[in-house]
């Protein structure tokens, strides 16, 4: 049973180190989408080198997602209130701490009012899809 155990252990760590088991949806800037339905995060890597593997929440609970080259836009939902977040992947992203949720807070991870981000959605032309769009592109939902 011992034996059984370690090589279960074995296993998930080598698959864990193999790369995007979970298909992350790499969105650029070293931002990625945890796709999978019990994730629906954002996350930055830790360690750059493995960019798949352990990685520091900056957005939780995202309900919808867009991105370009140069910016991604997210709403996420906390306590029944949308938050609204805007990306701008051309500037560094210094670590400024964590907020009161454990989000880690980045310079270039701003969060505006409803009418700045539709206004900025709309001028950068930027598509938002709900994460169920994102979740069946990585096979998660039928």
Known sequence: MRILSIISLAVILFCSSCGNLYNDLDLGANFYYQTEPSFNNIV???NNETPYSIGSLVIRNIESLGFNKDFILATS???DII???IIDKNLESTKLGHDQYSNLK???????DSIEFYNFKSKQNIDLRP???YQKQAGWKK
């Open 44 to 46: 930055i890597p830790d």
């Open 77 to 79: 939902i906390r306590n």
């Open 83 to 85: 938050f609204y977040w």
């Open 106 to 112: 980045l310079s270039n991870v701003m969060q505006p």
């Open 131 to 133: 994460k169920l769009y």
